[in-house]
């Protein structure tokens, strides 16, 4: 009787370390596979920069909704099409001083 329960047990360990080991491997060999693609893969510079980068979402998306509706209320109450097209132009070239003016933090 304990033959056999120290053949089951020597069974049982031998299969237990054979998982571990495959186990291990698997681990070895994710582990080499991150460290090539950290390698491979160029790192991403988290830093703020550019003009429209400088200000927060919410003024990003102030920018856009005041720029919109600007260019919905020249469509609405201007009747030439030539004046239409020349104002949405004029405005889009003086938004970046509206808003270095109206949103600038350096004072």
């Given at each position: 009787m304990s033959?056999?329960?120290?053949?089951?047990?020597?069974?049982?360990?031998?299969?237990?370390?054979?998982?571990?080991?495959?186990?291990?491997?698997?681990?070895?060999?994710r582990a080499r596979r991150r460290a090539l693609v950290r390698r491979v893969t160029p790192s991403l510079r988290r830093r703020r920069t550019g003009r429209l980068l400088r200000h927060s979402r919410g003024e990003?998306?102030?920018?856009?909704?005041?720029?919109?509706a600007a260019i919905t209320l020249i469509w609405t109450f201007v009747d030439d099409l030539a004046l239409r097209i020349g104002l949405v132009v004029l405005l889009l070239l003086v938004l970046p001083a509206i808003v270095v003016i109206a949103l600038d933090r350096r004072t």
């Open positions: 033959k056999e329960r120290a053949r089951r047990r020597a069974a049982r360990e031998a299969e237990a370390t054979r998982d571990r080991q495959a186990r291990e491997r698997r681990a070895a060999r990003r998306a102030a920018i856009v909704m005041l720029t919109l």
